[in-house]
C-alpha cells in the first residue's frame, strides 16, 4: 500500500482541520503551526526548529533549509499581525513550538497529531507534507504561477511541482471542458 499525502483542496477542508486543532491541548500552538505551514510552503522539518528570533527579524526573514542547506526567504508580511500576538510572551530564542518534554516539538509528534485530526475527519491522506502542499496547491489555483512555486519549493521542473501539488487529471479534465479552437 502507497501512502499518499494530499492538499487540503477546499476552505472547508482547512476550516475542519482547524476545527479539531482547536480542541488540542496545546491549541493556540498548534494552530500556529498549522497556520505558518499553510501560508509559507515549509517543510515540517523547517517550521518545528523555528524560533522567535527567526521570523521576528523582518517581514522577509532567511531561514536555511534542513534538507537542501539553501537559503529560503519566508514571506510572512499577510501573517505579522498573528505572529505579534502569538509571540508576545516568547523570549527571542524560545522555540515557536516547544515540545512539553522541553526542546522544540518533534516531526513525528506533529504527525501524529495530525493522524489524530485525519481519523477525525475520516482521511487517510493526511501528513506533515499535507501543510507543505495545501501551500501549494492554494498557490497555483489563485496564480497559475507554477515557475514561481517551483522555485519556492527547490523542485527542478514543473512536472514535479504539479504532480507534488495534487494537480490531477479531473482538475486538467476541468480546466479544457470547455476550451475550443477553431470554430
Do not use: W
Not at 22 to 28: C, D, L
Not at 39 to 61: A, E, F, H, W, Y
Request: glycine share 6%; aromatic share 10%; hydrophobic share 35%.
Amino acid at each position: 500500500m502507497t501512502y499518499n499525502v494530499q492538499p487540503l483542496r477546499t476552505q472547508q477542508e482547512i476550516n475542519d482541520f482547524l476545527f479539531c486543532l482547536r480542541r488540542n491541548q496545546h491549541a493556540e500552538r498548534d494552530v500556529f503551526l498549522f497556520l505558518i505551514g499553510i501560508n509559507s510552503g515549509l517543510r515540517m522539518s523547517d517550521i518545528v526548529k523555528l524560533k522567535k528570533q527567526d521570523i521576528l527579524t523582518s517581514k522577509n526573514p532567511r531561514i536555511v533549509e534542513q534538507k537542501t542547506g539553501k537559503t529560503r526567504i519566508l514571506y510572512l508580511g499577510s501573517l505579522q499581525d498573528l505572529i505579534q500576538d502569538y509571540t508576545k510572551t516568547l523570549d527571542p530564542e524560545d522555540y515557536l513550538f516547544p515540545s512539553s518534554k522541553g526542546g522544540h516539538l518533534e516531526v513525528n509528534t506533529v504527525y501524529q497529531m495530525f493522524q489524530k485530526v485525519a481519523k477525525l475527519l475520516g482521511r487517510d491522506d493526511i501528513g506533515t507534507h499535507t501543510l507543505r502542499k495545501t501551500f501549494g496547491y492554494h498557490y497555483y489555483k489563485k496564480t497559475k504561477d507554477v515557475a514561481t512555486l517551483m522555485e519556492i519549493f527547490g523542485h527542478s521542473s514543473e512536472k514535479i511541482t504539479k504532480r507534488y501539488i495534487g494537480i490531477n487529471e479531473d482538475e486538467i479534465s476541468e480546466t479544457l471542458l470547455n476550451f475550443r479552437l477553431g470554430f
